[in-house]
Each structure stands twice: as structure tokens, then as C-alpha cells.
């Protein structure tokens, strides 16, 4: 079993950076895909990035392409989300998550975070 725990969020405001970290605990971090979603006030859940074990394939949905970057230490048991150019719809709870490969759907996740709520303000 995988416990995640994000941390690095904040209020931010548009334009402005943030580096959001997921720390795993277990021995067996290298075995998962992990991903980060997340979710805005009054929307469903939304795939924002995804990485291989080894952390050679990454995935990107289109609205955060060329801002965002996901990024994994596997001796540190820690998956990273880096954000620059934040802006104003980035407001959600960012949830990091664990599975067995790096897909954008979130059923395919075993293990997921409590969240770290990224707030942009204009």
C-alpha cells in the first residue's frame, strides 16, 4: 500500500510560480505511474500530468502544456509538479496519484493524496 501527501500549495497570484510535492511512503515508489489531477469549485476532476516509473514518458492535458512539469525523485519518493505562468482558472485542489501506468484516466489510480489547494488570483 502507497500514502501520498501533497504539499507546496498556496495563493498565488496570475503569472506567479508554484512547485507543488507528493511524498510516498513505502519502499516501492519506483512501481508506480504516478499523476497529478485536480479539481476546480463546481467542476469534475481533470488529468493535468502524468509520469512513468522510470520517468522517461510524461504526459500533459493541452491547457498546461509549455507551464507545467511533472518531475519524479525515486530516491526521495517524491513526484513534483512544477507550475509557472499560473493563472486564474489553475484554481483547484491538486491531488497527486498512484497506479500501475501513467493514463489520464483517474479510475485507473490506485492510490490517491488528500490535496493541496492552488489558489490564482487575478
Known amino acids: 500500500q502507497v500514502q501520498l501527501a501533497e504539499s507546496g500549495g498556496g495563493v498565488v497570484q496570475a503569472g506567479g510560480s508554484l512547485r507543488l510535492s507528493c511524498a510516498a511512503s513505502?519502499?516501492?515508489?519506483?512501481?508506480?505511474?504516478m499523476a497529478w489531477f485536480r479539481r476546480a469549485p463546481g467542476k469534475e476532476r481533470e488529468f493535468v500530468a502524468a509520469?512513468?516509473?522510470?520517468?522517461?514518458?510524461?504526459y500533459y492535458v493541452d491547457s498546461v502544456k509549455g507551464r507545467f512539469t511533472i518531475s519524479r525523485d525515486n530516491v526521495k519518493n517524491t513526484v513534483y509538479l512544477q507550475m509557472y505562468s499560473l493563472k486564474p482558472e489553475d484554481t483547484a485542489v491538486y491531488y497527486c496519484?498512484?497506479?500501475?501506468?501513467?493514463?489520464?484516466?483517474?479510475?485507473?489510480?490506485?492510490?490517491w493524496g488528500q490535496g493541496t489547494q492552488v489558489t490564482v488570483s487575478s
Open positions: 509520469i512513468s516509473r522510470s520517468g522517461g514518458n510524461l
Open positions: 513505502g519502499r516501492t515508489f519506483n512501481t508506480y505511474a
Open positions: 496519484a498512484a497506479g500501475s501506468d501513467p493514463t489520464y484516466n483517474g479510475r485507473w489510480y490506485d492510490y
